[in-house]
T-cell receptor, first 112, second 114 residues
């Protein structure tokens, strides 16, 4: 059974720092991996999606990488801002499945 | 505006009193899903639907029912709610198979069962 882990569960940093968020998964036979952002009182917003054949995806200050063989993904946030404060979730879709399996998320606080 | 709406947003109810949480999307999406989010457990899929009249169980379907009679609506039904169903519920939709990046989530429904 696929398990997705995000460590640490929470992180507090000063504004301007470059951040690396980690995600690991136990079964490397994934279809894709996705990073989401969740704001309090709101639903999830998709940030980046990496297909299993890809190594990385970039959007603005965000860069996500995927190492399928080692079961790891990282989300890199450059020059963090207070507006980046949110919970970040990693999720994978297993090959041959239509289900998203989520990690428990990491709560990020960026202090001004 | 493309969106997934859920009603109600907040609900406090008592054990055993049947309730329905509605979910509606305006994007003509084929796929819709329900998730629950609990502290320490993360988001877990309850049910999903690949089109009208096509539904299947997710990871935690016990105690829930769904129906998909129209493409835009996917209600979640709790026939006899229990306190362990106290949770934050999300509905999601996407256009079709494989199109995960175009997935939209609703704002969530916070349910408390006493």
């Amino acid at each position: 059974k696929q398990e997705v882990t995000q460590i640490p569960a929470a992180l507090s940093v000063p504004e301007g720092e470059n951040l690396v968020l980690n995600c690991s998964f136990t079964d490397s036979a994934i279809y894709n991996l996705q990073w989401f952002r969740q704001d309090p009182g709101k639903g999830l917003t998709s940030l980046l999606l990496i297909q299993s054949s890809q190594r990385e995806q970039t959007s603005g200050r965000l860069n996500a990488s995927l190492d399928k063989s080692s079961g790891r993904s990282t989300l890199y946030i450059a020059a963090s801002q207070p507006g980046d404060s949110a919970t970040y979730l990693c999720a994978v879709v297993q090959g041959g499945s239509e289900k998203l399996v989520f990690g428990k998320g990491m709560k990020l606080t960026v202090n001004p | 505006e493309a969106q997934v709406t859920q009603n109600p947003r907040y609900l406090i109810t008592v054990t055993g009193k049947k309730l329905t949480v509605t979910c509606s999307q305006n994007m003509n999406h084929e796929y819709m899903s329900w998730y629950r989010q609990d502290p320490g457990l993360g988001l877990r899929q309850i049910y999903y639907s690949m089109n009208v009249e096509v539904t299947d169980k997710g990871d935690v379907p016990e105690g829930y029912k769904v129906s998909r009679k129209e493409k835009r609506n996917f209600p979640l039904i709790l026939e006899s709610p229990s306190p362990n169903q106290t949770s934050l519920y999300f509905c999601a939709s996407r256009p079709g198979p494989g199109r995960y990046y175009e997935q939209y989530f609703g704002p969530g429904t916070r349910l408390t069962v006493t």
